[in-house]
């Protein structure tokens, strides 16, 4: 079992190239999300998805998109990258249980960091 | 104002003492308060779930959620090495169409030996 993976790890672009960050996870969640962490800003939410073939804006959608063809994958494109853009970004999942309870938290990927020149 | 606010230390404490970490919140709304480890370069890792006032304990570590003054708290007990990191609390709503996370900014924390 392991959990949340992230593809790549690290990776370089230069202002104006598009790249694909993939997320998997193998604990059969609804739920997957993907967040930027800053500096003295917290992890905000990008966009997150609540089931195959569904997405949804979340904080600070603008610059990318996503998608969310199987339901134990989620991609996170970069269409024209931009400095702005360089961050660490995390991939989450959770179950979708509306009743709550621990098993509803999120778990988190390793991250992928991205530099944009 | 931030739905969560969190002081981002840094905190640096001796080996053996008690940390005390905070958050304050302004929605009411919120049900379910969590606190996230976060190694340096590691993703978040749930340490504490709670769902109500009152403490919670788990090993060296206690949650403590007091709803009537949007505060939350974690303490660690005989501090050690392996507990640096930055902590970030967490809280939760239950939508229609599913769960909504807020996230502190997180509180950086050294043990020193």
């Known amino acids: 079992n392991a959990g949340v993976t992230q593809t790549p790890k690290f990776r370089v672009l230069k202002t104006g190239q598009s790249m694909t960050l993939l997320c998997a996870q193998d604990?059969?969640?609804?739920?997957m999300y993907w967040y930027r962490q800053d500096p003295g800003m917290g992890l905000r939410l990008i966009h997150y998805?609540?089931?195959?073939?569904?997405?949804a804006k979340g904080e600070v959608p603008d610059g990318y998109n996503v998608s969310r063809l199987k339901k134990q994958n989620f991609l996170l494109g970069l269409e024209s990258a931009a400095p702005s853009q360089t961050s660490v970004y995390f991939c989450?999942?959770?179950?979708?249980?509306?009743?709550?309870?621990?098993?509803?938290?999120?778990?988190f990927g390793p991250g992928t960091r991205l530099t944009v020149l | 104002q931030k739905e969560v606010e969190q002081d981002p230390g840094p905190l640096s404490v001796p080996e053996g003492a008690i940390v005390s970490l905070n958050c304050t919140y302004s929605?009411?709304?919120?049900?379910?308060f969590m606190w996230y480890r976060q190694y340096s370069r590691k993703g978040p890792e749930l340490l504490m779930y709670?769902?109500?006032?009152g403490n919670k304990e788990d090993g060296r570590f206690t949650a403590q959620v007091d709803k009537s003054s949007k505060y939350i708290s974690l303490f660690i007990r005989d501090s050690q090495p392996s507990d640096s990191a930055t902590y970030l609390c967490?809280?939760?709503?239950?939508?229609?169409?599913?769960?909504?996370?807020?996230f502190g900014t997180g509180t950086s924390l050294t043990v020193i030996p």
């Open positions: 989450a999942s959770s179950f979708r249980i509306l009743t709550g309870g621990v098993t509803d938290t999120q778990y």
């Open positions: 604990m059969n969640h609804e739920y």
């Open positions: 998805s609540v089931g195959e073939g569904t997405t």
């Open positions: 929605n009411s709304a919120f049900q379910y």
């Open positions: 709670t769902y109500s006032s």
């Open positions: 967490a809280m939760k709503i239950l939508t229609n169409t599913g769960n909504q996370f807020y």
